[in-house]
Protein backbone atom coordinates (compact mmCIF):
# COMPACT_ATOMS: atom_id res chain seq x y z
CA UNK A 1 0.00 0.00 0.00
CA UNK A 2 1.26 3.89 -0.83
CA UNK A 3 2.53 5.80 2.36
CA UNK A 4 0.56 8.61 2.89
CA UNK A 5 2.03 11.98 3.90
CA UNK A 6 -0.03 15.12 5.27
CA UNK A 7 0.78 18.04 7.11
CA UNK A 8 0.39 18.09 10.92
CA UNK A 9 -2.04 20.76 11.64
CA UNK A 10 -3.55 23.72 9.89
CA UNK A 11 -5.27 26.86 11.12
CA UNK A 12 -8.28 28.33 9.88
CA UNK A 13 -11.26 30.88 11.02
CA UNK A 14 -14.59 30.56 10.50
CA UNK A 15 -15.87 31.07 6.63
CA UNK A 16 -12.47 29.98 5.27
CA UNK A 17 -12.10 27.52 2.99
CA UNK A 18 -9.71 25.31 3.54
CA UNK A 19 -7.44 22.85 1.57
CA UNK A 20 -5.45 19.87 3.38
CA UNK A 21 -3.09 18.32 0.69
CA UNK A 22 -1.80 14.34 1.08
CA UNK A 23 1.45 12.56 -0.76
CA UNK A 24 0.75 9.60 -1.74
CA UNK A 25 3.76 9.24 -4.53
CA UNK A 26 3.90 5.38 -5.14
CA UNK A 27 0.38 5.09 -4.97
CA UNK A 28 -0.72 2.17 -7.99
CA UNK A 29 -2.85 1.80 -10.78
CA UNK A 30 -5.62 0.80 -8.45
CA UNK A 31 -5.50 2.50 -5.40
CA UNK A 32 -8.13 4.60 -4.73
CA UNK A 33 -7.84 7.51 -2.14
CA UNK A 34 -10.09 8.37 1.01
CA UNK A 35 -10.64 11.08 3.33
CA UNK A 36 -11.63 10.36 7.10
CA UNK A 37 -12.62 13.04 10.10
CA UNK A 38 -12.25 12.29 13.77
CA UNK A 39 -13.16 13.90 16.56
CA UNK A 40 -12.15 13.60 19.83
CA UNK A 41 -12.87 10.24 21.52
CA UNK A 42 -15.11 9.06 18.38
CA UNK A 43 -14.22 6.50 15.44
CA UNK A 44 -13.36 7.94 12.32
CA UNK A 45 -16.17 9.40 10.05
CA UNK A 46 -15.70 8.93 6.05
CA UNK A 47 -16.12 12.42 3.98
CA UNK A 48 -15.35 11.21 0.66
CA UNK A 49 -13.35 8.74 -1.80
CA UNK A 50 -11.84 9.53 -5.00
CA UNK A 51 -9.73 8.26 -8.52
CA UNK A 52 -8.68 11.25 -10.23
CA UNK A 53 -9.79 14.37 -11.41
CA UNK A 54 -12.89 16.01 -8.82
CA UNK A 55 -15.18 14.34 -6.94
CA UNK A 56 -18.16 16.16 -4.79
CA UNK A 57 -20.43 15.34 -2.59
CA UNK A 58 -22.51 17.72 -0.08
CA UNK A 59 -19.98 18.02 2.75
CA UNK A 60 -16.11 18.36 0.67
CA UNK A 61 -14.12 18.64 -2.83
CA UNK A 62 -11.47 16.07 -3.49
CA UNK A 63 -8.67 16.96 -6.45
CA UNK A 64 -6.48 14.34 -7.70
CA UNK A 65 -4.31 15.77 -10.89
CA UNK A 66 -3.22 13.45 -13.37
CA UNK A 67 -0.12 12.13 -11.78
CA UNK A 68 -2.26 11.13 -8.70
CA UNK A 69 0.89 11.35 -6.58
CA UNK A 70 -1.08 13.82 -4.31
CA UNK A 71 -4.71 14.81 -3.74
CA UNK A 72 -6.57 17.94 -1.70
CA UNK A 73 -9.21 17.46 0.27
CA UNK A 74 -11.03 20.71 0.05
CA UNK A 75 -13.39 22.24 2.81
CA UNK A 76 -15.76 25.31 1.80
CA UNK A 77 -16.40 27.70 4.65
CA UNK A 78 -15.69 25.73 7.63
CA UNK A 79 -17.03 26.23 10.59
CA UNK A 80 -15.95 25.66 14.19
CA UNK A 81 -17.50 21.95 14.37
CA UNK A 82 -14.65 21.49 11.40
CA UNK A 83 -12.57 21.27 14.11
CA UNK A 84 -11.29 17.42 13.87
CA UNK A 85 -8.29 15.30 12.51
CA UNK A 86 -8.44 14.72 8.99
CA UNK A 87 -7.09 11.46 7.73
CA UNK A 88 -6.15 10.59 3.86
CA UNK A 89 -6.17 6.79 3.13
CA UNK A 90 -4.93 4.53 0.07
CA UNK A 91 -7.07 1.58 -0.74
CA UNK A 92 -6.91 -1.18 -3.45
CA UNK A 93 -10.01 -1.75 -5.39
CA UNK A 94 -8.46 -5.01 -6.41
CA UNK A 95 -8.77 -6.32 -2.89
CA UNK A 96 -11.52 -4.47 -2.40
CA UNK A 97 -9.94 -2.24 -0.09
CA UNK A 98 -9.21 -5.26 2.25
CA UNK A 99 -6.31 -3.31 3.97
CA UNK A 100 -7.02 0.08 5.13
CA UNK A 101 -4.04 2.11 7.00
CA UNK A 102 -4.75 5.46 8.27
CA UNK A 103 -1.54 8.10 8.61
CA UNK A 104 -1.09 10.38 11.34
CA UNK A 105 -3.23 12.82 10.05
CA UNK A 106 -3.96 16.71 9.77
CA UNK A 107 -5.42 17.91 12.50
CA UNK A 108 -7.22 21.29 11.89
CA UNK A 109 -7.95 23.92 14.19
CA UNK A 110 -10.88 26.51 13.06
CA UNK A 111 -10.88 29.67 15.20
CA UNK A 112 -13.60 32.43 14.98
CA UNK B 1 -30.68 1.14 14.59
CA UNK B 2 -27.93 -0.31 12.55
CA UNK B 3 -24.32 -0.04 13.56
CA UNK B 4 -21.67 -1.03 15.74
CA UNK B 5 -21.34 -1.54 19.47
CA UNK B 6 -18.25 -1.81 21.02
CA UNK B 7 -18.02 -2.66 25.02
CA UNK B 8 -17.46 -2.22 27.51
CA UNK B 9 -16.50 1.90 26.71
CA UNK B 10 -14.17 2.12 29.31
CA UNK B 11 -12.13 -1.06 30.86
CA UNK B 12 -8.99 -1.55 33.53
CA UNK B 13 -7.05 -4.35 33.42
CA UNK B 14 -4.11 -5.17 36.16
CA UNK B 15 -1.21 -6.35 34.27
CA UNK B 16 -0.67 -9.65 33.24
CA UNK B 17 -4.25 -9.99 32.88
CA UNK B 18 -6.01 -11.06 29.57
CA UNK B 19 -9.32 -8.72 28.85
CA UNK B 20 -11.96 -9.21 25.62
CA UNK B 21 -13.07 -6.07 23.62
CA UNK B 22 -16.50 -6.91 22.16
CA UNK B 23 -17.54 -5.92 18.81
CA UNK B 24 -20.94 -6.48 17.31
CA UNK B 25 -22.45 -5.09 14.24
CA UNK B 26 -26.05 -5.16 12.63
CA UNK B 27 -25.22 -3.85 9.00
CA UNK B 28 -24.70 -7.62 7.66
CA UNK B 29 -21.09 -6.07 6.79
CA UNK B 30 -18.69 -9.04 6.07
CA UNK B 31 -15.74 -7.05 6.68
CA UNK B 32 -14.82 -5.74 9.74
CA UNK B 33 -10.98 -4.36 11.57
CA UNK B 34 -9.98 -3.39 14.55
CA UNK B 35 -7.41 -0.60 15.01
CA UNK B 36 -5.30 0.54 18.25
CA UNK B 37 -4.96 4.64 18.65
CA UNK B 38 -2.90 6.04 21.31
CA UNK B 39 -2.96 9.64 22.35
CA UNK B 40 -2.64 12.42 19.95
CA UNK B 41 -1.85 9.60 17.16
CA UNK B 42 -3.36 8.06 14.13
CA UNK B 43 -5.08 4.54 14.50
CA UNK B 44 -2.97 1.52 13.48
CA UNK B 45 -4.61 -1.85 12.20
CA UNK B 46 -4.07 -4.57 14.44
CA UNK B 47 -6.59 -7.45 13.05
CA UNK B 48 -8.99 -7.26 10.14
CA UNK B 49 -11.24 -10.02 8.46
CA UNK B 50 -13.08 -10.23 5.49
CA UNK B 51 -15.68 -13.21 5.74
CA UNK B 52 -16.08 -15.72 8.85
CA UNK B 53 -13.75 -17.84 10.00
CA UNK B 54 -10.83 -16.36 8.70
CA UNK B 55 -8.91 -13.04 9.64
CA UNK B 56 -5.79 -11.02 8.91
CA UNK B 57 -3.16 -9.59 10.81
CA UNK B 58 -2.46 -5.99 10.44
CA UNK B 59 0.76 -3.90 11.56
CA UNK B 60 0.48 -4.41 14.87
CA UNK B 61 -1.11 -7.74 15.50
CA UNK B 62 1.80 -8.70 18.28
CA UNK B 63 -0.01 -9.26 22.16
CA UNK B 64 -3.39 -9.89 20.60
CA UNK B 65 -5.49 -12.13 18.86
CA UNK B 66 -9.15 -12.52 17.23
CA UNK B 67 -11.78 -14.59 16.02
CA UNK B 68 -14.90 -14.07 13.27
CA UNK B 69 -16.68 -17.47 14.54
CA UNK B 70 -20.20 -15.26 13.48
CA UNK B 71 -20.67 -12.57 10.82
CA UNK B 72 -21.70 -9.88 13.64
CA UNK B 73 -19.25 -10.10 15.92
CA UNK B 74 -15.11 -9.84 15.75
CA UNK B 75 -14.01 -10.07 19.50
CA UNK B 76 -10.45 -8.57 20.20
CA UNK B 77 -8.25 -10.03 22.78
CA UNK B 78 -5.44 -8.09 24.74
CA UNK B 79 -3.36 -10.52 26.15
CA UNK B 80 -1.05 -10.72 28.21
CA UNK B 81 2.01 -10.16 25.75
CA UNK B 82 1.11 -7.12 24.52
CA UNK B 83 3.51 -4.68 26.27
CA UNK B 84 1.46 -1.18 26.42
CA UNK B 85 -2.08 -2.03 26.05
CA UNK B 86 -3.39 1.12 27.69
CA UNK B 87 -4.69 2.90 24.18
CA UNK B 88 -8.35 3.23 22.72
CA UNK B 89 -9.39 0.83 20.31
CA UNK B 90 -11.79 0.93 18.02
CA UNK B 91 -13.84 -1.87 15.79
CA UNK B 92 -14.99 -1.01 11.87
CA UNK B 93 -16.97 -2.97 9.33
CA UNK B 94 -17.28 -2.33 5.92
CA UNK B 95 -20.07 -3.62 3.97
CA UNK B 96 -19.03 -2.58 0.25
CA UNK B 97 -15.82 -4.00 -1.90
CA UNK B 98 -16.22 -1.12 -3.87
CA UNK B 99 -15.33 1.55 -1.25
CA UNK B 100 -13.30 2.17 1.21
CA UNK B 101 -15.63 3.70 3.61
CA UNK B 102 -15.37 2.06 7.22
CA UNK B 103 -17.86 2.28 9.89
CA UNK B 104 -16.69 2.86 13.35
CA UNK B 105 -18.06 1.80 16.95
CA UNK B 106 -17.57 4.44 19.79
CA UNK B 107 -14.27 2.75 21.62
CA UNK B 108 -13.65 1.10 23.77
CA UNK B 109 -10.81 2.63 26.31
CA UNK B 110 -8.45 0.19 27.76
CA UNK B 111 -6.31 1.60 30.93
CA UNK B 112 -3.86 -1.06 32.44
CA UNK B 113 -2.77 -0.15 36.18
Not at chain 1, 5 to 21: A, F, L, R
Not at chain 1, 50 to 59: A, C, D, F, L
Not at chain 1, 82 to 94: P, S
Not at chain 2, 64 to 89: D, G, I, M, W
Amino acid sequence: LAKTTQPISMDSYEGQEVNITCSHNNIATNDYITWYQQFPSQGPRFIIQGYKTKVTNEVASLFIPADRKSSTLSLPRVSLSDTAVYYCLVGDMRTGFQKLVFGTGTRLLVSP
Amino acid sequence: DGGITQSPKYLFRKEGQNVTLSCEQNLNHDAMYWYRQDPGQGLRLIYYSQIVNDFQKGDIAEGYSVSREKKESFPLTVTSAQKNPTAFYLCASKGNRTTGELFFGEGSRLTVL
